[in-house]
């Protein structure tokens, strides 16, 4: 106990905690405290009584994908009767929609999809920033390493194409867990944790930056999630590219892996430990998508700043059985009922 | 471990998690006095209850609910094993808030004969149900005969079974429509098998809402006398508050004052549910649904100004099961039950399942950080009954 004392005080001093401090706050200091923890350093990060959205749409350009994680319910193989790759006609359709809605971004992702590749891409970029003026959140490292070796490319120069092309910044998805033991039993196919870190790391170097995320509660043990942290938070250290860090909970609905999904308290214990242990990354995003727009409130009094986006559409969690919606009116009323005001921002969590 | 020691245990527990922080530096500074307050042991004030609504520290709010919530339980939290019957939902009431209630005649009302209920009730028979919960609308042709009768059949099949049954509200009207009292029918209902009553249709206890909202109904007076008057006949009951839509901070707290007077006086309210508003398909269905800020302060507001009612609940039917879960650090000590056959909220748009089993509120408690025990309707142990 004692030892949980010190390294509240550690917290509050403003101190950077270890992998055995955090496993011990995630496992034994008292939810309310925890939050109280996180929210103090939510406000040492980021002193305004602010939290931020973004309107955008998640555009899903292809749902097969050779990777087939046991993970996930959306992908599709390649002669699936519902397999699909967005048509321009589609794609523009969907921009439109999303600029007349206010929103300043999309966020493209696509399953590894053995036809579409680097060239295929470079096109659909390039007919975007010919035809629209959004940003382009897009291609989680997965897709990119899909990318580069499909092209027989190295990483920088595949990543240097895609930014001339278009893209301004990565989506932090396919990270799961960053530990090769839990990737193998979850995803074999998916790139390693080295894999993803590198390819955020060329990016970050090329002035590309992105987010991070974290996919928990399934077969992870506490600690791997805390190895997690520890490797974003170095190479953060490193690079300084990381904007935001989204930790999120496993839908087990319809996927091969199953079981039951991570509880709102797991949720916010896993939030706030972010929150503390990830001193160099500025915003944590909130997720209404799989906690439900009241859990994701509440979660910025443990240690979220970002409500995340507005999504006007959302496949890949809804595929998995959890359809929370949210209206921007809504996210508004939720950030002002709990005593912040609410701005639209950027993807660089500018304020419009 | 046998019991006294776990009290020890408990003791320990939540003096620990004190002494690791002071609760007076926990906390925002407008909620110092109250944490003073609640560490001594003292009754919280009219102000004090505006202030905690005020306030915009939640964890604060819900570190000063907790203390009292491990003083009272430790780190238990209950559920039931629970049956519902919505008996009718034709109803002269009308209230506005209501998306359950339908007029005589009109398309989508319905009413149960007593056959119907009780094949309902027999349909579960292999189940270990502790507890009906029986509430209905107030049909112009149904009086005490009839609710009589339901307790009577339900109570041959069930006799261990508690039967929770009609709000003070329907009591009311049975008596209106027998041309008796409120006691009179308390009276004919427990010979019939009544254990307890809900304690539905209390809403808010203000004049100024009961005339834009729910004319109709019986005001907060003829509502408290009617809990009165079945705590004085040894029947225990619940309370409950109608929050989310037009009531203001002060009316919450008058509200929750007014119960705790009438604890004082009577003594029988076992627990306290706060009801969130649902707007949809009703006629305020231009209100946002309550936020999750909302949920958690009423919940933890309502631990500490009722000091002297036993429990409170979290009901996962209306407020969701992850922020029932949460709400268990925020002063609750109950989520209810199993539930199944729900139809007032989810007629109003609650997008809460039917029902949970025993083992997913076992599991959802324990996954808290607290120990899950299956109650009775009187909050005795149920033991090993994990159905």
Known sequence: MSCLRSVTEKVRDGARVTLEEALLLHEEADLLELGDLAR??????????????????????????????????????????????????????????????????????????????????????????QHFSIHVHGFSPPEIVHMARGAGLPLEETLLRLKEAGLGSIPGGG???????????????????????????????????????????????????????????????????FTAFIPWAFQPHHTR?????????????????????????????????????????????????DFGSTMIEENVVAAAGVRFRISRERMEQLIQDAGYTPRQRDTFYRWL | ??????????????????????????????????????????????????????????????????????????????FVYNQHINYTNI?????????????????????????????????????????????????????????????????????????????????????RKEGCSAEEVLQELKKAGLSALPGGGAEVFSERLRHRLFPRKISAQRWLAIMEAAHSLGIPTNATLLYGHMETMEERVEHLLMLREQQDRSGGFMAFIPLAFHPKNTALSHLPRTSGWDDLKVIAAARLILDNIPHIKAYWVMIGPKLAQVALSFGADDLDGTVLEEKISHMAGAETAQGMTPAELHDLIGRAGFRSVQRDAFYGEVSGCLA
Request: glycine residues 8%.
């Open chain 1, 257 to 305: 892996l199953g079981g039951t999904p991570a509880t709102a308290v797991e949720y916010l214990r896993t939030l706030a430990v972010s929150r503390i242990f990830l001193d160099n990354i500025p915003h944590i995003q909130a997720s209404w998508v799989t906690q439900g727009d009241k859990v994701a409130q509440v979660a910025l009094e443990f240690g979220a700043d």
């Open chain 1, 40 to 129: 103090w350093r939510r406000f040492a990060a980021n002193p305004h009584r602010v939290v931020t959205y973004v309107v955008d749409r998640n555009i899903n350009y292809t749902n097969v994908c050779l990777s087939r994680c046991r993970f996930c319910a959306f992908h599709r193989g390649p002669g699936d009767p519902d397999a699909y790759i967005l048509d321009r006609g589609a794609l523009a359709e969907k921009i439109h929609e999303t600029l007349k809605l206010g929103g300043t971004q999309i966020l493209l992702q696509g399953g590894l999809h053995p036809d579409l590749g680097l060239d295929e891409i470079l096109e659909m970029l390039r007919w975007i920033r």
């Open chain 2, 1 to 78: 471990m046998n019991a006294k020691l776990k009290e020890i245990n408990d003791m320990e527990m939540t003096s620990r998690s004190q002494n690791a922080f002071s609760l007076q530096e926990a906390v925002s500074p407008e909620l110092r006095p109250l944490a003073l307050k609640v560490e001594a042991g003292e009754r919280l004030t009219r102000e004090d209850g505006i202030r905690l609504f005020r306030s915009q520290d939640l964890l604060g709010i819900g570190r000063l609910a907790q203390v009292v919530r491990r003083r009272l339980h430790g780190d238990r939290a209950y």
């Open chain 1, 175 to 241: 990270a799961e867990i960053l530990v090769d033991r839990v990737r193998k039993e979850i995803s074999p196919r998916k790139c390693t944790a080295d894999e993803w870190l590198e390819v955020m790391r060329v990016a970050h170097g090329l002035g590309i930056p992105s987010t991070a995320t974290m996919m928990f509660g399934h077969v992870e043990t506490v600690e791997e999630r805390i190895r997690h942290l520890e490797a974003v938070r170095s190479l953060q250290d490193e690079t300084g590219g």
């Open chain 2, 91 to 175: 109803c002269i009431n009308r209230c506005r808030f209501c998306a359950f209630a339908r007029d005589p005649g009109q398309e989508g009302g319905f009413l149960l004969s007593p056959d119907q209920v009780e094949e309902k009730v027999r349909s579960r028979l292999h189940e270990p149900i502790q507890e009906i919960h029986i509430v209905g609308g107030l049909h112009p042709g149904l009086g005490l005969d009839y609710a009589v009768e339901l307790l009577r059949r339900i109570r041959r099949l069930r006799p261990e079974t508690a039967l929770k049954a009609f709000t003070a509200v329907e009591v009311d009207h049975f008596a």
